[in-house]
């Protein structure tokens, strides 16, 4: 693949792995099995620990990022662990509640619960 098709690719998650596979030249288990606690975020370029358990020579080390690489790691990580608007189907009136409107009318329900005890 060339660099404009890996960016082209309209899957974030796949862009960032083969992203993460051609910066650093690993193999694909190695890349599957690398952690986010084995990446040093603060290091410059990115450092990534690589366990020997999954390397062909079965010793641990270590491989660096580029800086594209490191952006779009990053970028899949802020999309991945963002938060999601939770909407719910109001099956009585037809309409889609969001969870923050959820929230409010089971407030203003205990609220009367509270008043008519």
């Given at each position: 693949?060339?660099?404009?098709?890996?960016?082209?690719?309209?899957?974030?998650?796949?862009?960032?792995?083969?992203?993460?596979?051609?910066?650093?030249?690993?193999?694909?288990?190695?890349?599957?099995?690398?952690?986010?606690?084995?990446?040093?975020?603060?290091?410059?370029?990115?450092?990534?620990?690589?366990?020997?358990?999954?390397?062909?020579t079965k010793t641990d080390h270590f491989v660096y990022l580029t800086d594209e690489a490191a952006k779009q790691l990053n970028d899949w990580l802020q999309y991945k662990n963002r938060t999601r608007r939770v909407c719910h189907v109001d099956k009585e009136k037809g309409n889609t509640i969001t969870n923050t409107e959820l929230q409010q009318e089971m407030a203003l329900a205990e609220e009367k619960v509270i008043v008519f005890v």
């Open positions: 693949m060339t660099r404009i098709e890996i960016l082209c690719l309209s899957s974030m998650r796949l862009r960032t792995y083969i992203m993460f596979l051609a910066a650093t030249c690993m193999h694909a288990v190695e890349a599957l099995s690398v952690r986010i606690c084995d990446t040093d975020f603060d290091a410059s370029p990115i450092k990534v620990f690589v366990r020997g358990e999954y390397t062909k």
